[in-house]
């Protein structure tokens, strides 16, 4: 085990051998294995945009063992995804690659200003699949965020208890915030830090723009000059809000878009001490060689072999 490793490993003293253990097992595998970096790839949007906006792109991907097949591939530190996508596959790949239950889900045919996702798994059913990790949405600004916030207190404690790790999507999202808002640097790093509080060892979150939402946090960041100017620089303040960096915080790969842009922000997670990126969508809606090509760069980039 690396140093860096061990380094991260500390941060979560608290946590039981096996839960540790599990962890470990996330940071030390793929490509970046053992850098303290992570990529991971993320199969949810069938449920949560629609299996046409999601897979008609590159067909294959209607198939679950496209995704463990190309999580391998890759060298992904691990596979997330729903029940049935993991039930679909895991049979076929055993032990290949860490993988994540995600423990509850949202759909768009009824998509409500204030969302809160159902509970769809359990922590049950992730040590049957032999999961590393669960993994739970919750959405901060929602009129629903209570229920949310106790549902994964509960599933947290449960996790943790049978040595499973917790990785949490802090999406903030709800007829409180504006679109814009949704990313916001002061909302993103709002977001991150409740998630280091609800106990998640890895933090996924949006890639924060420079604009501030609440009228509030808006005196403190002009009153303090928090940098907000690059992408480094709202990603270092990100991870600051969770424990000073003491969490792992990653970073959403959002909708497909260009190889350049998303290049440029994958530099600016790693320059601003981010730990990774979660890429579903500008992964899988490529054709196979274009997505390891594409995952390879991404790779190369966080170990440094490429600026």
Not at 115 to 131: M, N
Not at 242 to 251: K, L, S
Not at 257 to 265: L, N, S
Request: hydrophobic share 40%; proline share 6%; charged share 25%.
């Amino acid at each position: 085990m690396t140093e860096r490793v061990r380094e991260i490993l500390s941060w979560y003293a608290s946590d039981n051998p096996g839960t540790r253990t599990n962890l470990a097992r996330l940071l030390n595998h793929g490509k970046l294995g053992g850098s303290g970096r992570m990529v991971i790839l993320p199969v949810d949007q069938g449920f949560e945009h629609g299996p046409g906006r999601s897979f008609a792109p590159n067909p294959p991907g209607y198939d679950p063992n496209y995704h463990f097949q190309l999580a391998i591939d890759a060298g992904c530190n691990a596979y997330a995804a729903p029940l049935g996508f993991l039930e679909g596959g895991v049979g076929q790949f055993l032990g290949e690659v860490p993988l994540i239950l995600k423990l509850n889900s949202h759909d768009v045919l009824y998509d409500e200003k204030d969302p809160c996702s159902s509970v769809t798994g359990s922590v049950r059913e992730a040590l049957r699949l032999g999961c590393a990790a669960v993994g739970f949405t919750i959405y901060p600004g929602s009129s629903r965020i209570r229920e949310m916030y106790e549902q994964l207190r509960e599933i947290a404690e449960e996790a943790k208890s049978v040595g499973l790790a917790v990785v949490v999507w802090s999406y903030p999202r709800g007829s409180s915030l504006s679109k814009e808002g949704e990313t916001a640097i002061d909302v993103v790093a709002y977001a991150a830090h409740i998630a280091a509080e609800l106990g998640a060892h890895v933090i996924k979150v949006k890639l924060p723009s420079a604009h501030i939402e609440l009228a509030e946090a808006k005196k403190v960041y002009e009153k303090e000059r928090i940098p907000a100017g690059t992408i480094a620089e709202r990603v270092r303040h990100v991870v600051q809000s969770a424990f000073d960096g003491r969490r792992i915080v990653i970073f959403s790969g959002g909708p497909a878009k260009g190889d350049e842009a998303i290049f440029e922000e994958v530099r600016g997670i790693r320059d601003g001490g981010g730990f990774g990126s979660i890429m579903g969508r500008n992964s899988f809606q490529r054709r196979k060689p274009e997505a390891l090509k594409f995952l390879d760069t991404v790779m190369k980039i966080y170990s440094g072999e490429m600026p």
